[in-house]
């Protein structure tokens, strides 16, 4: 019997370790400007600076710098290896004058995540086969990149 609790001990005491050191290395920070007005999945933020840090696993908080507005998205592991640039930056699909936050990196493969798409979008991308949103990346200090979604 004390030789099952010492076990049960053990065990408790090598999971609380684990999630400890795992909440210590998820110290995800990452501070852009974006020069426009976009939608994380249905939530909707002016342009601004932003800082974004992981809550917890696969839990990210983002939040206004200005008037420090904050919302809580769930996202995923990035699902290209090719994401992750070393660059830290902003992923946002545009249709026209309208913007969507898909993916966050601080440039680390591990640190590089996906967001689900909002409803808005999936509507706009329903509205034809040949609608094909732009890709915009803004990078930490503001500067924004386009490239086509096939490239």
């Known amino acids: 019997m004390k030789c099952k609790l010492n076990v049960a001990v053990m065990i408790i005491a090598m999971c609380m370790i684990t999630t400890a050191t795992h909440a210590q290395s998820s110290n995800l920070r990452i501070r852009f400007r974006v020069p426009f007005p976009f939608t994380v999945e249905n939530a909707t933020f002016a342009a601004g600076e932003y800082e974004v840090t992981q809550q917890a696993h696969f839990i990210l908080a983002f939040r206004n710098v200005e008037n420090q507005t904050v919302i809580y998205e769930h996202v995923q592991p990035a699902g290209s290896r090719k994401k992750a640039d070393v660059r830290a930056r902003a992923d946002f699909h545009r ?13 680390s493969r591990q640190s590089t995540y996906d967001l ?36």
Do not use: C, H
């Open 95 to 107: 249709y026209g004058g309208t913007y969507f936050l898909v993916a966050i990196s601080d440039g």
């Open 116 to 151: 689900d798409r909002s409803r808005k979008e999936v509507q706009l991308g329903d509205q034809g086969p040949m609608r094909q949103p732009e890709v915009v990346s803004v990078l930490s200090n503001g500067t924004a990149a386009t490239a086509d979604i096939g490239k």
